[in-house]
């Protein structure tokens, strides 16, 4: 058993802190207190165990051990990071995918409620590709790229044409190093592949592979999702938003999204605006509905409508902690099998939406485009069914207000004008040493350290030494609630 730790050493932020004491008192057990009863293995934690065959799972302690087929450590190091990429990429990327798929029907009418909102983006887009614009509608525009963004998965052979966005300089190098993709899906179906037992033996060859796998989701499957976000929901741009787990309200009907797909939550969004909701809501003698997002889901909402952020992925439990949440409506990644046990101590319906994800004693609502309108509804109304059921609340009135939604095209738009849009003040100032140049914060928070404190602590130090940063995911919103 690991060390059990002071409550002030599993996280930075006041609010998860005093969550975590209430479930303390209440013996409720969290990813955090589940942590320190589990030490993770020392041998799997360096990656040094192989089961990728029936002869293992084969632990090898020290360099110049090998497994029972005589794989050494190198080889088993570099096989199992390449099947994590490989599974990291195929959920990303699959993410693209449905959204592709939903700008296709979007644009075929049998999507209900969603509409082409960017149009100027669609085009700026479709031109990239040379897929004709002029003298055709939004949606045969839509139709085409969406075309082509699907086939970007079953390519064989080629390139993802999205790789010719990078920097010329950067295309180069992965022409030299032979790491350009040649479709989404095939380069990961590769990476399992060269990692079975008895195919590449050779580390540098297996990572080699892994970064082609790694830019076939960063630059395809990755960037054309927020591509067709952005499309379809609106590109962000500045926008006054909340984080933390004191957005939820006490009389108000508290949904909190969370997961990674931006489809579902958009809809709830529009239809918790509804006078039929807000109505059904007040009926039930509640103010209204009042909605705030976990992961990356949040991120969606807040940076395109403001919706406030409850918190990151160690948040999920606390946020049912508090008693007032009626409903969580997941979809994709980053779900806890955790919150349906920990949601039976308080009334708090777990509600899955996705055909690809169930959770064993939760609700299930299964999310259809053709129906995405309706399925929002009876989402909500089921939350709001519930909101009679609720019994002690303790929501933490901790929440910082923040500016989110600064898109590349926004900072272009905001550095240059509308008619002169540039990034030259940014690059003069790189260039004169002002600024020492710009890093992206990505990733998740993780309970065997202090929540929020790696990603607000590299922020802090990066921008005392003037480097500009971007975040997303966890690392975005453990700043947003400093
Ligand atoms: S499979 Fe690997 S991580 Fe799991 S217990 Fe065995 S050695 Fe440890
Ligand atoms: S592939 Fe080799 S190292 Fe891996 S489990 Fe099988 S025998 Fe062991």
Redesign the pocket.
């Known amino acids: 058993m690991a060390k059990k730790r002071e409550i002030k050493e599993y996280s930075t932020d006041p609010a998860a802190q005093q969550m975590l004491i209430r479930a303390e008192s209440l013996g409720i057990g969290t990813a955090f207190s589940r942590a320190d009863d589990m030490a993770p293995c020392n041998i799997g934690d360096k990656g040094m165990c ?9 632990r090898l302690t020290k360099n110049g051990d090998v ?5 050494t450590l190198d080889t ?1 190091q570099a096989r199992n990071l390449t099947r994590a990429i490989a599974a990291g990429a195929a959920a990303h990327s699959d993410h693209g995918r449905g959204m592709a798929m939903t700008l296709k029907a979007a644009a075929n009418g049998k999507a209900e409620g969603y509409y082409i909102r960017d149009v100027a983006k669609l085009r700026t887009i479709a031109a990239l590709y040379d897929i004709p614009i002029e003298g055709r509608s939004p949606e045969e525009i839509a139709n085409e790229l969406a075309d082509l963004y699907l086939a970007q998965f079953g390519q064989q052979e080629g390139r993802v044409i999205l790789t010719k966005r990078a920097p010329a300089k950067r295309q180069k190098r992965w022409e030299e190093t032979g790491v350009i993709p040649r479709g989404v899906d095939r380069e990961i179906v590769e990476c399992l592949h060269r990692t079975h ?1 008895g195919d590449d033996q050779d580390a540098t060859h297996i990572l080699q592979h892994a970064v082609r796998t790694s830019i076939g989701d960063g630059w395809g499957g990755s960037l054309l999702a927020t591509d067709i976000s952005d499309i379809l929901f609106g590109t962000p741009a500045p926008i006054l938003g909340q984080a933390n787990l004191g957005v939820l309200k006490e009389d108000y009907v508290n949904v909190v999204v969370h997961g990674h797909e931006p489809t579902l939550s958009e809809m709830i969004v529009a239809a918790s605006q509804m006078p039929d909701i807000i109505e059904y809501a007040k009926a039930a003698g509640a103010k209204g509905v009042s909605l705030s997002g976990i992961c990356c889901t949040a991120n969606e909402i807040l940076m395109r409508q403001g919706v406030p952020a409850a918190g990151n992925f160690l948040q999920q439990e606390l946020a049912i902690l508090t008693g007032a949440v009626e409903a969580m409506v997941v979809d994709v990644q980053c779900i806890m099998q955790a919150l349906v046990g920990l949601a039976a101590n308080f009334h708090t319906k777990i509600i899955t939406t996705s055909p690809k994800v169930k959770l064993k004693g939760a609700t299930h609502i299964e999310f259809e485009e053709e129906h995405a309108l309706t399925i929002a509804k009876n989402i909500l109304k089921a939350a709001i069914d519930n909101y009679k059921n609720r019994g002690k609340i303790e929501i933490p009135d901790v929440r910082e207000d923040l500016i989110p939604g600064f898109s590349h095209e926004y900072i272009n738009y905001m550095l240059g004008g509308s008619y002169r849009a540039s990034f030259r003040p940014l690059n003069d100032a790189i260039m004169s040493g002002r600024i020492r140049g710009v890093a992206a914060i990505v990733g998740c928070n993780n309970p065997r350290g202090q929540h929020d404190y790696l990603h607000t602590h590299v922020a802090r130090e990066l921008l005392k030494k003037d480097v500009l940063i971007v975040e997303t995911g966890c690392g975005a919103i453990a700043a947003a609630k400093q």
């Open positions: 192989c089961k990728n065959c029936g002869m293992g799972p084969c497994g029972i087929c005589g794989a088993i037992i």
